[in-house]
């Protein structure tokens, strides 16, 4: 029988209803959802769903993963509107008006996500469901569990290389390939802490050159990089100390690169609407009040492609971060 003190999948999803029953005495539920983090928790589940229907191809996994993605989808659309519409809001080269299509955008993703949550009775203990089905899937906590989950993360590591390798690190598509690679990498990441003490981070006695380069403080410092502790009777899956906080650099890197490309074209999307410019017109104007190089584009394409052949190719950073 699955284990209920630690599952990983009933720690995230108690956190979850505990936030909708409270959501739903709120006169706007996912906007306060949205300020109480609940994007963070449907990533744990989205990945734990993800991960099991990979290893394990069962229904149960990947009907519910369809499920937690859709609200993550829609919150982190909100969530970009409303982060770029609180950093544009400081720049005095920005109409009322254009700012307005970022709230118009966020306000209408709101109401769009909280009618959602009431027709697919998320606040009426949809998660039951979803704990019930879970006992019908027996496992334990040993090495031939975690074998195939291990076989899943790898399955997704040479997905990533493969995804590289075709382009020859000379890539040409922001949205297609810098921003799909990043969420792959971006699962990885988080399977560390959706796993709830499953993966551990395992220190390394050699002394790697690229640790320079990705040790900084905000990895070093990051939450997301501090694992839950073990538990006890269970079996564990090993993570390269090293590999894994380079990745999370990574992650990082490529987050600031993508955000900085979004943010043109969102705001040149928002003018294009508002001031009944061409798309041409309203692509350097973005470019010009945010003041940013003309070539940004093509420069964020180079810089990335820069950095992910040497993070894959040079110092195999993915190759070396599931401990065998």
């Known amino acids: 029988m699955i284990k209920s003190e630690f599952n990983p999948f009933l720690h995230y999803s108690k956190q979850l209803q505990d936030l909708l029953t409270e959501a739903s005495c709120q006169k706007n539920p996912v906007l306060w959802l949205y300020k109480k983090d609940v994007r963070t928790i449907l990533f744990m589940l989205e990945a734990l769903t993800r991960l099991h229907d990979k290893a394990f191809d069962e229904r149960l996994f990947?009907?519910?993963n369809k499920r937690f993605k859709k609200l993550e989808d829609l919150f982190g659309e909100i969530d970009q509107f409303i982060v770029l519409e609180s950093e544009l809001k400081l720049n005095k080269h920005?109409?009322?008006?254009?700012?307005?299509?970022?709230?118009?955008?966020?306000?209408?993703?709101?109401?769009?996500?909280?009618?959602?949550?009431r027709d697919k009775n998320w606040f009426n203990?949809?998660?039951?469901?979803?704990?019930?089905?879970l006992s019908e899937f027996n496992v334990d906590y040993n090495d031939e569990y975690l074998l195939a989950l291990k076989k899943a993360m790898h399955h997704e590591i040479d997905e990533i290389i493969n995804l590289c390798s075709k382009s020859n690190f000379n890539f040409t598509k922001i949205e297609e390939e810098i921003h799909e690679i990043r969420r792959k990498l971006r699962w990885l990441s988080i399977y560390g802490q959706a796993l709830n003490g499953l993966i551990q981070l395992k220190k390394s006695s050699k002394k790697n050159k690229f640790l320079i380069n990705y040790f900084t403080k905000?990895?070093?410092n990051s939450p997301y990089n501090k694992l839950p502790a073990k538990h006890k009777n269970t079996s564990i899956i090993e993570f390269d100390c090293n590999s894994f906080f380079a990745l999370s650099w990574m992650i990082k890197e490529l987050g600031t690169l993508k955000d900085e490309g979004l943010k043109v074209q969102k705001l040149a999307d928002a003018m294009f609407i508002v001031e009944n410019i061409t798309r041409e017109q309203a692509q350097l104007k973005a470019i010009n009040v945010l003041k940013l190089d003309l070539d940004i584009q093509s420069n964020i394409l180079i810089k990335a492609s820069k950095l992910l052949e040497t993070f894959v190719v040079k110092d195999k950073v993915l190759q070396n971060l599931i401990i065998e």
Do not use: A, G, H, P
């Not at 920005?94 to 949550?117: G, H």
């Not at 203990?125 to 089905?133: E, M, R, T, V």
């Open 62 to 64: 990947s009907k519910w």
């Open 125 to 133: 203990n949809k998660l039951k469901s979803f704990d019930y089905k």
């Open 94 to 117: 920005i109409s009322k008006e254009t700012l307005k299509f970022f709230i118009v955008n966020s306000t209408n993703l709101i109401d769009k996500c909280n009618q959602r949550l």
């Open 218 to 220: 905000d990895v070093l």
